[in-house]
């Protein structure tokens, strides 16, 4: 079992939701949606923002599988076998720390303002405003991003490293489609999360750092393969599986 198999996908997914959840993204979620759907944010509407949502969630989540897949294969063309898994794992906790230094250090949780861009983006569409998404906000998705790229960096094969960098996609994307879906309930939502930031980003943080450690120590398949017999003795699907 790689790291596109059993806990990696949770945790890929979890990844991308706490992008999603970070003071560099959340506080501006509104109007990415308003720019999508190119009304303004009082009168966003599940009916219009549904296919432009997913065309934006498309665009920004083929610039990331891109970008990601360009750094796994760099990785594996100069690291093999356990070499390989170790290094992924140094990387994953050095992500992991930096969340965990965002909540003590206020300027790595900076909220960035970008609103010209995406004044200028959104009048060219969903797939350009998730495109302007992508490039500009690199830099503040990146140790979420970079700790799935080294995860993906010790997948068996691109393919897999593409899985694994789709679910990251899909746990920052989803997010984005149920606010358009539920806007007003969502944006209410934030105002909560917004008071719990530390919390959000230290966990989120830690989450990172342990499946590092898993990866570096060869603990990772041991623990698929423990939690793949938990679910087999309740009768569940075996969610562990290699996909």
């Known amino acids: 079992m790689d790291t596109a198999s059993g806990i990696g996908i949770p945790v890929a997914f979890g990844a991308g939701l706490i992008s999603f959840l970070s003071p560099c993204v ?9 720019a999508v759907a190119g009304v303004a944010p009082g009168q966003i509407r599940a ?12 665009s920004f989540s083929a610039i990331f599988i891109t970008l990601g897949l360009i750094g796994q294969r760099a990785l594996r063309a100069s690291l093999q076998g356990p070499t390989a898994l170790k290094v ?30 995406m004044e200028r983006a959104g009048r060219g569409g969903p797939v350009l405003t998730g495109a302007a998404f992508a490039l500009a906000w690199t830099p503040c998705t ?32 989803v997010p984005f489609l149920i606010t358009g879906l539920a806007f ?11 008071r719990h930031y530390a919390i959000v980003i230290g966990v989120g943080g830690l989450v990172l750092i342990s499946m590092g450690v898993l990866i ?7 623990l698929n393969i423990t939690v793949n017999d938990w679910l087999q003795s309740l009768g569940l699907p075996n969610f562990t599986s290699d996909t």
């Open 216 to 222: 570096f120590t060869g603990e990772f398949t041991r």
């Open 26 to 34: 959340l506080p501006l979620v509104p109007g990415y949606i308003s």
């Open 47 to 58: 009916g219009r923002v549904l296919g432009p949502t997913l065309a934006f969630i498309a």
């Open 184 to 194: 007003g309930k969502a944006t209410a939502a934030f105002t909560v999360i917004k």
């Open 142 to 173: 990146g140790p979420t991003l970079g700790a799935i790229i080294a995860a993906a960096g010790g997948t068996s094969s691109a393919g897999r490293g593409a899985f694994l960098l789709a679910v990251y996609c899909a746990g920052l994307g």
């Open 88 to 117: 992924s794992g140094a990387l994953v906790v050095a992500m992991g720390v930096l969340f965990v230094v965002a909540t003590i250090v206020p300027r790595f949780s900076h909220e960035y303002h970008v609103g010209g861009l």
